[in-house]
C-alpha cells in the first residue's frame, strides 16, 4: 500500500525558532499533500493544500508567513513552522494523494511539536 | 454551508456490535470515507463508498445512502483494540474532503 512518511515524530524547540518538518510519499507520486493540525482531543483542522510546483492554498485564519510549505517535488512537502510559540504546540500531521481516480488520502504519522 | 454530523462519543461493550451514523450536507458528491484514529497516532483508512448500499470488510462495514445523505460505520465482535476516534469524511464536488469532527469509542470489558 501507499506509504507516507513523516520527520521528526517528536520535535521540543525554544520560542521564538523555527522548526522544518518533511512529508514524504515513499512508494508512489503525491501530486497534492495536505497539512493537518491537531490540538488535544480535537478533530483534524485542515491548514492547507499543496500541489507539487505551485503554492499552497491555505484554509482561513491559517498565517502562510508563520507556516511555510514547500512542494518541491512529487515525493516530498515540507511544512515549517517559523518563530514558533507555546501556542503552537500541536500535532502536525501530513497526508498525500496520488491523483488520478484515486482520492483517498494516506497518512503520515504525525509529528508531536512541543514549544518551551 | 457544509455540514458532516456525528455523535461526539459512544460506549459499547466487548463482543457487542456498534453502528457509528454520520450524516453530511456538502456541495457536491464523490464519495466517504471512513477512517480510525487512535489517540497520538494519524489517521487510518477504513472504507470508501461511492455509491449506495453496504461494504463489508471483515469485522468492518460501512453503509451508505446518498439520497438521505447518510452512513454508518458497523463495527461487529468489538475489541478493546477498537477503542478510537472514527472519522466521516465526504469528498465534496472539487474533490476536496470535509471532514466531520469524529466520533469517540470507549469499549468496555
Known amino acids: 500500500g501507499a506509504v507516507v512518511s513523516q520527520h521528526p515524530s517528536r520535535v521540543i524547540c525554544k520560542s521564538g525558532t523555527s522548526v522544518k518538518i518533511e512529508c514524504r510519499s515513499l512508494d508512489f507520486q503525491a501530486t497534492t499533500m495536505f497539512w493537518y493540525r491537531q490540538f488535544p482531543k480535537q478533530s483534524l483542522m485542515l491548514m492547507a493544500t499543496?500541489?507539487?510546483?505551485?503554492?499552497?492554498?491555505?484554509e482561513q485564519g491559517v498565517e502562510k508567513d508563520k507556516f511555510l510549505i514547500n512542494h518541491a517535488s512529487l515525493t516530498l512537502s515540507t511544512l515549517t513552522v517559523t518563530s514558533a510559540h507555546p501556542e503552537d504546540s500541536s500535532f502536525y500531521i501530513c497526508?498525500?494523494?496520488?491523483?488520478?481516480?484515486?482520492?483517498?488520502?494516506?497518512f503520515g504519522p504525525g509529528t508531536r511539536l512541543t514549544v518551551t | 454551508g457544509q455540514n458532516i454530523d456525528q455523535p461526539t462519543e459512544m460506549t459499547a461493550t466487548e463482543g457487542a456490535i456498534v453502528q457509528i451514523n454520520c450524516t453530511y450536507q456538502?456541495?457536491?458528491?464523490?464519495?466517504l470515507f471512513w477512517y480510525q484514529q487512535h489517540a497520538g497516532e494519524a489517521p487510518t483508512f477504513l472504507s470508501y463508498?461511492?455509491l449506495d448500499g453496504l461494504e463489508e470488510k471483515g469485522r468492518f462495514s460501512s453503509f451508505l445512502s446518498r439520497s438521505k445523505g447518510y452512513s454508518y460505520l458497523l463495527l461487529k465482535e468489538l475489541q478493546m483494540k477498537d477503542s478510537a476516534s472514527y472519522l466521516c469524511?465526504?469528498?465534496?464536488?472539487?474533490?476536496?474532503?470535509?471532514w466531520g469532527a469524529g466520533t469517540k469509542l470507549i469499549i468496555k470489558p
Open positions: 463508498n461511492v
Open positions: 456538502t456541495s457536491g458528491f464523490n464519495g
Open positions: 499543496s500541489n507539487e510546483g505551485s503554492k499552497a492554498t491555505y
Open positions: 497526508s498525500a494523494r496520488a491523483g488520478g481516480n484515486d482520492y483517498e488520502q494516506y
Open positions: 469524511a465526504v469528498l465534496d464536488s472539487n474533490y476536496q474532503l470535509i
